[in-house]
């Protein structure tokens, strides 16, 4: 079994200013890891995702998320945010060896609000 | 990018009609769907999966016979509410499975699909 922990419902931060989302993980095998954004009323879109390799993973809209084995992390970072980064985000994980269902198990969100 | 397309995105019905709602892959075939429901300032919580041709599979706790899923083709996949009840009201997202190569995949999500059952 696998599960997410989000750290923190709302952030709040000053246009201009990092963001750093927090998500923990919980896995019997290195999972594959995800970050979502939703905006109001819409599905989800990929942000980014690890599967293998680099442990550094860049994504769109200038975020990126480090996979920290040790740490069970997956923190989502933006050097610098945007009005329009206002929205939820969720991180997800998938177990690898799940070749049948291969669905996502979703941490509970996180409501990033910018202040101008 | 791929592209997933619910309809209807939103829909208001009285309790205890049944409603439709149609998860379609516009530009490629998909050989799963999944189906998740998203209360308000909640996470999305897996309802099932759905798999072209074959029935679906449920999660501990989804009523298969008040959500009927039926996966007709490798690019549609609806979702049946039956004898909606307000406590059914809830934000229907579903996505889709695409192999990407060297046994990768990615799901892509449609933009969901918003019951309100009064």
């Known amino acids: 079994a696998q599960s997410v922990t989000q750290l923190g419902s709302h952030v709040s931060v000053s246009e201009g200013a990092l963001v750093l989302l927090r998500c923990n993980y919980s896995s019997s095998v290195p999972p594959y890891l995800f970050w979502y954004v939703q905006y109001p009323n819409q599905g989800l879109q990929l942000l980014l995702k690890y599967t293998t390799g680099a442990t550094l993973v860049k994504g769109i809209n200038g975020f990126e998320a480090e996979f920290k084995k040790s740490e069970t992390s997956f923190h989502l970072t933006k050097p610098s945010a945007h009005m329009s980064d206002a929205a939820e985000y969720f991180c997800?994980?998938?177990?690898?060896?799940?070749?049948?269902?291969?669905?996502?198990?979703f941490g509970s969100g996180t409501r990033l609000q910018v202040q101008p | 990018g791929a592209v997933v397309s619910q309809h209807p995105s939103w829909v208001i019905c009285k309790s205890g009609t049944s409603v439709k709602i149609e998860c379609r892959s516009l530009?490629?075939?998909?050989?799963?769907m999944f189906w998740y429901r998203q209360f308000p300032k909640q996470s999305l919580m897996l309802m099932a999966t759905s798999n072209e041709g074959s029935k679906a599979t449920y999660e501990q706790g989804v009523e298969k016979d008040k959500f009927l899923i039926n996966h007709a083709s490798l690019t549609l996949s609806t979702l049946t509410v039956t004898s909606a009840h307000p406590e059914d009201s809830s934000f229907y997202i579903c996505?889709?499975?695409?192999?990407?190569?060297?046994?990768?995949?990615?799901?892509?999500f449609g933009p969901g699909t918003r019951l309100t059952v009064l």
């Open positions: 997800a994980v998938r177990n690898p060896l799940d070749m049948g269902r291969r669905a996502l198990t």
């Open positions: 530009d490629f075939q998909a050989t799963t």
């Open positions: 996505s889709a499975r695409v192999k990407t190569g060297q046994g990768q995949d990615t799901q892509y």
